[in-house]
């Protein structure tokens, strides 16, 4: 029941910013993790951001800096805002959630709830 609508996605140059969006509905827990993944053919897919409940975010070394996560919980809408971006940057996009987590920083597997993937693709 709980649906996930990812969108913000587009084509951008080395060095400019683009915000991803994800729309959240029928999600009731008050404890929960929410994330983004990336993922390009032939690799694993990888965390680029967690926000827990509270508040507390999460970054890997790859987009430290450069990426921010954030929540409007009255919109109940989860954000992105890349900036700076690079070609290695380029992948599909998903938003994620689970709920009662205390650690949000953990295997893509286990996050239960997924949208569908926006694309970015970063030239040079």
């Known amino acids: 029941q709980v649906q996930l609508v990812e969108s913000g996605g587009g084509s951008v140059q080395t060095g400019g910013s683009l915000t991803l969006s994800c729309a959240a509905s029928?999600?009731?827990?008050?404890?929960?993790?929410m994330a983004w993944f990336r993922q390009v053919p032939g690799k694993e897919r990888e965390g680029v951001a967690t926000i827990h409940s509270d508040g507390d975010t999460i970054y890997p070394d790859s987009v430290k800096g450069r990426f921010t996560i954030s929540k409007d919980n009255g919109k109940n809408v989860l954000y992105l805002q890349m900036n700076r971006l690079k070609p290695e940057d380029t992948a599909m996009y998903y938003c994620?959630?689970?709920?009662?987590?205390?650690?949000?920083?953990?295997?893509?597997?286990?996050?239960?709830?997924w949208g569908q993937g926006t694309q970015v693709t970063v030239s040079s």
């Open positions: 994620a959630a689970v709920p009662d987590y205390i650690n949000c920083w953990v295997h893509w597997r286990d996050y239960r709830y």
């Open positions: 029928g999600y009731t827990s008050s404890t929960y993790c």
